[in-house]
């Protein structure tokens, strides 16, 4: 079993919804986002998403595409990505880690070479925003053979043909857009998210995340009810802004932030 | 998936038996999931993939029905004014020596180029899909100004957006839009020219895919675009091979287009496809030359990769980052290349050779000045590369030349290149 699929599997037993908090690697370099995982995961995080920055994030709204820029001025490569989840390793062996991304990158890696060495630095899966089932056939063999995950996002105008049909692709877990729109997007409504991730529970067995929209605890805990994981980027990544100055502040700013979100989605949980 | 292929490709054959060209090729891309060998396709945020199984559900619902063509074709006729008739460049073609260089002439259809002929196209697909939002890219600003324009005509919301550095190069068409109704949104993002202008199209379109229509202005994005854009331009080729061989009794020897995302360039040169006797070239911006690396030519200095929904050549650096472009025109101004272009230089079909921005400034003067048509800098790299292989050919052979637009729009950068403000 994947460590991403016994990860869920031991929430499950204990009652608990995933929060997966997501930052851009390299943001704002690389020895602070190292330094972040580990603060995160002391503070509640149950499986880091770390994005690739790429130089056209089509899917990414204004806070996420500025972290990219600071990152690639940074000169982050997916290969520095990699490294940094190797970094991460050497201190933690339990929480897994998915590369979220755009798929040139990799395309100029090669899929085999990319899938060789994440699996070799700890990498646990990848989520390439870009890339629908439809294209992810020879993506998915090659990190099949390396045993990663491919994550696969399903949207609020995923048919339900296609929710099977990504459910069938993907493996580890499914992360649902929860709005129409890019990262940072406005807010989410929790009725339509509730329908939606009910749908696709009945569709198919996979842990489904929601994420896109989710800001603060009182939503976190809102989804905590619904899904079994709780995806948040945009607002850990604008707080990453506004250290930007003072890197060696942002392991214990974004701990506290994401312990708050803890506590209010355990409430949830226990209630 | 194989039957509807078939069907679907039927359906084009319909469409192209009026120029009989499909009729006899064996010439059948995209495959039924927008593929042309490995290029293109459909690589997309899960978001999109719906909202594009409907656009290419219309689309090829449409491509079969009478009325739909018929309203088309009156609105090219009447509204854009085809057919553009070609031009024989006997002065210019003389000064050069050699071949007799014929002009197809974009340059006069409404707005000035061809982008209208997609636009036109495109937004009749809008309304019959009951959108009533429309968003464009643009860089010149060409397909930006065909953009606004048919949502004009059609009473519909469009939304423009352009990079920075364009909206400042291009700004008479930046007011043109502006006079038209559309709200032209400059892009800051990037590099702030056409390949970000995309980028915060998809976005809009995204989020907004309810009521949104996204024209986009090239033959590049997810499957059903390439292949749609193209079938729209292809009217340039159909007129233009009818054309030719009611002037001249045969067919051209050479056919020369420019290629920004390659939409001017494949509507050209589609219909001729299976004219193995005719060459196609595809002229790409070099800039300020390809040694350089400053250029715009991702077929002549790039390498495959993915962007924008489709997989394709491109510059980019050695960790797959998009890196800038240049050339003087704005237009040409794109890392990428439209999927077909990619196919048909990997399988030899046409050839892709790159035109600096000297080349193209000093081509620009002297069709000017031999024949009184001023040409957008964008059509200059092809008229260029018209100067210099027709004096490699025979006095009997002929090269039929696109030009996509007029240089009215250049007007600024053109002085600005001679040391004058205007
Ligand atoms: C006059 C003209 N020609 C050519 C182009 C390049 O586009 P494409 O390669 O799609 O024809 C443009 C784009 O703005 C243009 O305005």
């Given at each position: 079993m994947s460590r991403i699929a016994a990860r869920f599997e031991s929430l499950r037993e204990r009652g608990r919804t995933a929060l997966i908090p997501f930052v851009t690697a390299g943001d704002p370099d690389s020895a602070t986002t190292v330094a972040l995982m580990h603060a995160m995961v002391a503070a509640g995080a149950d499986l880091i998403e770390l994005g690739v920055p790429f130089?056209?994030?089509?899917?990414?709204?204004?806070v996420i595409q500025r972290a990219t820029d600071r990152a690639l001025a940074n000169g982050i490569a997916l290969s520095d990505v990699i490294a940094m989840v190797r970094d991460f390793r050497a201190t933690d062996a339990q929480t897994p880690v998915v590369l979220m991304g755009y798929l040139n990158p990799i395309e100029v890696m090669g899929y085999a070479q990319f899938a060789a060495q994440a699996a070799a630095a700890g990498v646990d899966g990848a989520l390439?925003?870009?890339?629908?089932p439809e294209e992810g056939h020879d993506l998915v063999g090659a990190l099949r053979a390396q045993g990663l995950d491919l994550v696969y996002l399903l949207a609020p105008t995923s048919t339900e043909q296609r929710i099977r049909r990504i459910g069938a692709a993907a493996s580890g877990f499914v992360y649902y857009?929860?709005?129409?729109?890019?990262?940072?997007a406005g807010h989410l409504d929790l009725a339509g998210v509730a329908d939606r991730v009910g749908l696709i529970k009945s569709l198919i067995p996979l842990p489904v995340g929601v994420g896109f929209g989710i800001k603060d605890a009182a939503t976190a805990a809102a989804v905590a009810r619904l899904a079994d994981a709780v995806i948040v980027g945009s607002a850990i990544v604008s707080q990453i802004e506004d250290l930007a100055a003072t890197p060696q502040r942002i392991p214990a700013v974004i701990g506290d932030f994401l312990a708050g979100l803890r506590a209010a989605m355990d409430g949830a949980d226990r209630g | 998936m194989a039957t509807q292929a078939a069907t679907m490709a039927e359906t084009i054959d319909d469409r192209r038996s009026r120029a009989?060209?499909?009729?006899?090729?064996?010439?059948?891309?995209?495959?039924?999931?927008?593929?042309?060998g490995p290029y293109g396709g459909l690589f997309v945020p899960e978001t999109l993939m719906q909202p594009l199984t409907e656009l290419r559900e219309a689309y090829e619902r449409y491509l079969s029905d009478p009325q739909f063509q018929a309203e088309l074709d009156a609105d090219l006729q009447d509204?854009?004014?085809?057919p553009s008739p070609i031009y024989l460049a006997e002065r210019w073609s003389r000064e050069l020596g050699g071949a007799r260089i014929f002009l197809k002439?974009?340059?006069?259809?409404h707005t000035g180029a061809h982008k209208i002929n997609n636009t036109v196209g495109q937004a009749l697909l809008a309304r019959r899909m009951g959108k009533t939002r429309i968003i464009a890219e643009t860089g010149a600003g060409q397909h930006g100004v065909a953009s606004a324009t048919v949502a004009a005509r059609l009473g519909l919301e469009c939304v423009v957006y352009m990079g920075e550095v364009d909206v400042a190069r291009q700004e008479a068409n930046v007011y043109r839009m502006r006079l038209l109704g559309a709200r032209v949104v400059p892009v800051k993002s990037g590099s702030r020219t056409l390949k970000d202008a995309l980028n915060e199209a998809m976005r809009d379109w995204v989020t907004n895919i309810d009521n949104t229509f996204y024209i986009i202005?090239?033959?590049?994005?997810?499957?059903p675009y390439p292949a749609m854009v193209r079938d729209f331009q292809s009217v340039i080729g159909r007129e233009a091979r009818a054309q030719m061989l009611a002037r001249t009794g045969r067919l051209p020897d050479a056919l020369i287009a420019c290629v920004g995302g390659g939409s001017n360039a494949i509507g050209l040169f589609y219909p001729f496809?299976?004219?193995?006797e005719v060459a196609m070239y595809g002229i790409e911006a070099a800039g300020d030359g390809l040694e350089t690396g400053r250029h715009a030519a991702p077929l002549n200095a790039g390498r495959p990769g993915v962007l924008h929904g489709n997989r394709t050549y491109l510059m980019e650096d050695s960790n797959g980052q998009i890196i800038e472009t240049h050339s003087v025109s704005a237009g040409l101004d794109y890392p990428g290349v439209g999927p077909e272009h990619a196919w048909l230089k990997d399988t030899g079909r046409a050839r892709y050779d790159a035109i600096t921005d000297n080349e193209a400034l000093a081509a620009f003067h002297s069709l000017t000045r031999t024949e009184g048509i001023i040409p957008a800098l964008e059509s200059s790299h092809a008229l260029a590369y018209a100067a210099k292989l027709a004096p490699t050919m025979r006095r009997e052979q002929s090269i039929l030349v696109?030009?996509?637009?007029?240089g009215d729009k250049d007007m600024h950068t053109v002085a600005k290149h001679e040391g004058l403000i205007l």
């Open positions: 130089s056209d994030p089509i899917a990414d709204g204004p390439v925003v870009d890339v629908p857009v929860s709005v129409k729109g890019v990262t940072g | 009989d060209v499909r009729a006899r090729t064996p010439y059948h891309w995209p495959d039924a999931d927008g593929h042309f509204y854009v004014g085809r002439r974009e340059d006069l259809n202005g090239t033959v590049a994005g997810p499957h496809i299976e004219d193995s696109n030009l996509s637009g007029r």
